[in-house]
Nanobody, 129 residues
Framework: QVQLEESGGGSAQAGGSLRLSCAYSGVSDDKYCMAWFRQAPGKEREGVAAQYPRNVGAWYPDSVKGRFVVSQDSDKNTLYLQMNSLKPEDTAIYYC??????????????????????WGQGTQVTVSS
């Protein structure tokens, strides 16, 4: 079974940085897509990064492109999200997600949360102005 656990959330000033970690088990790196989503109160869950299997590449939406970087350490079974130049709009609960490769499909520029069956509990990120 797949298990995911996020950590590294906290508070930061606008323009600051945070690094989130997702410790995982039961994930085959060559078969699974791994991703980060966020959800703010009253808003839909939004994909902010995806790590494609077999080191094919990564995906980011325009809202975070150039500021967020996803990476993976297979030896430590950990997925990271480096968040730079933080904005108040980045305030949300951040979730790690994983599923088989089809979950990585980006349809009309959107990574769909409904395609992921495996989720962590989330970690809060708060950015103040």
């Amino acid at each position: 079974q797949v298990q995911l656990e996020e950590s590294g959330g906290g508070s930061a000033q606008a323009g600051g940085s945070l690094r989130l970690s997702c410790a995982y088990s039961g994930v085959s790196d060559d078969k699974y897509c791994m991703a980060w989503f966020r959800q703010a109160p009253g808003k839909e869950r939004e994909g902010v990064a995806a790590q494609y299997p077999r080191n094919v590449g990564a995906w980011y939406p325009d809202s975070v492109k150039g500021r967020f970087v996803v990476s993976q350490d297979s030896d430590k079974n950990t997925l990271y999200l480096q968040m730079n130049s933080l904005k108040p709009e980045d305030t949300a609960i951040y979730y790690c997600a994983a599923d088989l490769s089809l979950a990585c499909a980006v349809v009309r520029g959107v990574l769909h949360a409904d395609l992921f069956a495996n989720w962590g509990q989330g970690t809060q990120v708060t950015v103040s102005s």
